[in-house]
C-alpha cells in the first residue's frame, strides 16, 4: 500500500510518501481502506521526536480515521466489507480494571492508533473490530476524520473530568485548534460563558458563530489580564489547557477560587512551573485528562448527527502533501482540522 511513513524523528522532510507492506489481519482485527484521515498536533510532536510513544520505526501516524471496512478477521462478527466506519483510537490490554469499566484510556498498557501503532496515513489501516463505529449519520468522511478525537477529548475534559455547569466561565486557550473549537461548542452547549483565546483577530468572527462570547488574541494581549477585566478581578470557573509550558502559570492564575484547570497535554512543553499557594489558598483543582471512552463518544455521535455540535475543517489535501499539513499546525494558520485524503 501506498502511506506516509517516517524512519526516524525530525522535521517535515522525514514524512515520505512510499510503498510499505499492507499490515496483516489478526482473527479479530479489520482492515480499513481510509478514505480521511485528520492531523493531530501530536503526529508533529511524534514526528519530531518530543513524544515518543512508539520507539518502533518506521511509523505511520494519524488516529482521527474514517473509511470503509476492506477486509475482515476468521472472528469478527457485527462488520463486513464495504461497511462505512469510524475509529475509536484508544486500545486498552482488555483485563485490568480500567478496560474492565470501559475505560481503556486509562489503561496502564493504554495505546493509540496513530501513536503507538500504525494508523492513518496511509491506504489501509489495521484496527481491532472493537474500536470500529458506523460513520457518523449525515456527515461526510472528511467530517467524520475531523470530529472523532478532538470532540471526544474535549467532551471528556470538559463534562467528565472538570464537571462543567451552565452559567459557569470557561476559558479555551488554543481555541482555533481542533479541540479548542470543540470546547467552545461544548461550552456553548453546556450553558457557559465562553472566552476563546487565539493568537490572531482574523479568527474572532468565526469563533463567535461557534459559541464565544469573549475574545482574546493572546499576541497582543496578557490573556490573564484580559480575563481579570471580563470577570470583574474573580477569575473563571473552568480553564481548558493543552498548551502546558508557555501558559500554565497565568491559566491557573485566571481560576477564581474553587476553579478547576483541566489538561490534555503540553504543545509548548511538559516541564510548567507556578506558584502553589495560588493553589492551596483558592482550593483550586489541577486535573489530568486523556482522551475518552467509547461510551462518551456514543454520546457525542447522537449530539453530531444531530447537529448540535459540528465537526470545523480548516482544509482538505491529498496525503501525498502530508508535509504542508504539518507545516500548517506548526505555523499556527489553522483553524479547525487539517484532513488528508489517500488516492485509491
Same mark, same amino acid.
Given at each position: 500500500?501506498?502511506?506516509?511513513?517516517?524512519?526516524?524523528?525530525?522535521?517535515?522532510?522525514?514524512?515520505?510518501?512510499?510503498?510499505?507492506?499492507?499490515?496483516?489481519?489478526?482473527?479479530?482485527?479489520?482492515?480499513?481502506?481510509?478514505?480521511?484521515?485528520?492531523?493531530?498536533?501530536?503526529?508533529?510532536?511524534?514526528?519530531?521526536?518530543?513524544?515518543?510513544?512508539?520507539?518502533?520505526?518506521?511509523?505511520?501516524?494519524?488516529?482521527?480515521?474514517?473509511?470503509?471496512?476492506?477486509?475482515?478477521?476468521?472472528?469478527? !462478527?457485527? @462488520?463486513?466489507?464495504?461497511?462505512?466506519? =469510524?475509529?475509536? +483510537?484508544? $486500545?486498552?490490554? /482488555?483485563?485490568?480494571?480500567?478496560? *474492565?469499566?470501559?475505560?481503556?484510556?486509562?489503561?496502564?498498557?493504554?495505546?493509540?492508533?496513530?501513536?503507538?501503532?500504525?494508523?492513518?496515513?496511509?491506504?489501509?489501516?489495521?484496527?481491532?473490530?472493537?474500536?470500529?463505529?458506523?460513520?457518523?449519520?449525515?456527515?461526510?468522511?472528511?467530517?467524520?476524520?475531523?470530529?472523532?478525537? !478532538?470532540? @471526544?477529548?474535549?467532551?471528556?475534559?470538559? =463534562?467528565?473530568? +472538570?464537571? $462543567?455547569?451552565? /452559567?459557569?466561565?470557561?476559558?479555551? *486557550?488554543?481555541?482555533?485548534?481542533?479541540?479548542?473549537?470543540?470546547?467552545?461548542?461544548?461550552?456553548?452547549?453546556?450553558?457557559?460563558?465562553?472566552?476563546?483565546?487565539?493568537?490572531?483577530?482574523?479568527?474572532?468572527?468565526?469563533?463567535?458563530?461557534?459559541?464565544?462570547?469573549?475574545?482574546?488574541?493572546?499576541?497582543?494581549?496578557?490573556?490573564?489580564?484580559?480575563?481579570?477585566?471580563?470577570?470583574?478581578?474573580?477569575?473563571?470557573?473552568?480553564?481548558?489547557?493543552?498548551?502546558?509550558?508557555?501558559?500554565?502559570?497565568?491559566?491557573?492564575?485566571?481560576?477564581?477560587?474553587?476553579?478547576?484547570?483541566?489538561?490534555?497535554?503540553?504543545?509548548?512543553?511538559?516541564?510548567?512551573?507556578?506558584?502553589?499557594?495560588?493553589?492551596?489558598?483558592?482550593?483550586?483543582?489541577?486535573?489530568?485528562?486523556?482522551?475518552?471512552?467509547?461510551?462518551?463518544?456514543?454520546?457525542?455521535?447522537?449530539?453530531?448527527?444531530?447537529?448540535?455540535?459540528?465537526?470545523?475543517?480548516?482544509?482538505?489535501?491529498?496525503?501525498?502533501?502530508?508535509?504542508?499539513?504539518?507545516?500548517?499546525?506548526?505555523?499556527?494558520?489553522?483553524?479547525?482540522?487539517?484532513?488528508?485524503?489517500?488516492?485509491?
Amino acid at each position: 500500500m501506498k502511506a506516509v511513513v517516517f524512519h526516524e524523528y525530525g522535521d517535515i522532510d522525514v514524512l515520505r510518501y512510499e510503498d510499505i507492506e499492507t499490515p496483516t489481519l489478526g482473527p479479530r482485527d479489520v482492515l480499513v481502506k481510509v478514505r480521511a484521515t485528520a492531523l493531530n498536533y501530536y503526529d508533529v510532536m511524534t514526528r519530531a521526536g518530543t513524544y515518543r510513544p512508539n520507539e518502533r520505526l518506521p511509523h505511520i501516524l494519524g488516529g482521527d480515521i474514517a473509511g470503509d471496512v476492506a477486509e475482515v478477521g476468521s472472528e469478527v !462478527t457485527h @462488520l463486513k466489507p464495504r461497511d462505512p466506519v =469510524v475509529v475509536y +483510537a484508544a $486500545l486498552g490490554c /482488555g483485563h485490568c480494571e480500567q478496560c *474492565l469499566v470501559g475505560e481503556p484510556n486509562c489503561c496502564v498498557e493504554y495505546r493509540y492508533v496513530g501513536a503507538h501503532v500504525w494508523g492513518g496515513y496511509a491506504q489501509y489501516v489495521k484496527v481491532p473490530e472493537e474500536n470500529l463505529v458506523p460513520l457518523y449519520q449525515g456527515m461526510s468522511y472528511e467530517e467524520a476524520a475531523a470530529c472523532n478525537i !478532538t470532540f @471526544l477529548t474535549s467532551w471528556h475534559m470538559l =463534562v467528565t473530568r +472538570a464537571n $462543567l455547569r451552565s /452559567g459557569e466561565d470557561l476559558l479555551v *486557550l488554543s481555541a482555533a485548534s481542533g479541540i479548542g473549537v470543540a470546547a467552545v461548542q461544548i461550552g456553548r452547549l453546556m450553558g457557559c460563558r465562553v472566552i476563546a483565546c487565539v493568537g490572531s483577530d482574523d479568527k474572532f468572527q468565526r469563533l463567535r458563530e461557534l459559541g464565544a462570547d469573549v475574545l482574546i488574541n493572546y499576541r497582543t494581549d496578557d490573556f490573564y489580564q484580559e480575563v481579570m477585566k471580563v470577570t470583574g478581578k474573580r477569575g473563571v470557573d473552568v480553564v481548558f489547557e493543552n498548551t502546558g509550558t508557555e501558559t500554565w502559570d497565568r491559566a491557573v492564575r485566571s481560576l477564581t477560587r474553587m476553579g478547576r484547570l483541566v489538561t490534555c497535554g503540553g504543545t509548548s512543553g511538559y516541564q510548567v512551573t507556578t506558584d502553589v499557594n495560588y493553589i492551596f489558598h483558592k482550593q483550586l483543582s489541577i486535573i489530568g485528562s486523556n482522551h475518552g471512552t467509547k461510551r462518551e463518544l456514543q454520546t457525542l455521535v447522537k449530539l453530531l448527527e444531530a447537529g448540535k455540535l459540528r465537526p470545523v475543517v480548516d482544509r482538505v489535501l491529498p496525503l501525498t502533501e502530508a508535509r504542508e499539513g504539518h507545516r500548517i499546525l506548526e505555523g499556527r494558520k489553522v483553524f479547525g482540522k487539517v484532513v488528508l485524503i489517500p488516492e485509491h
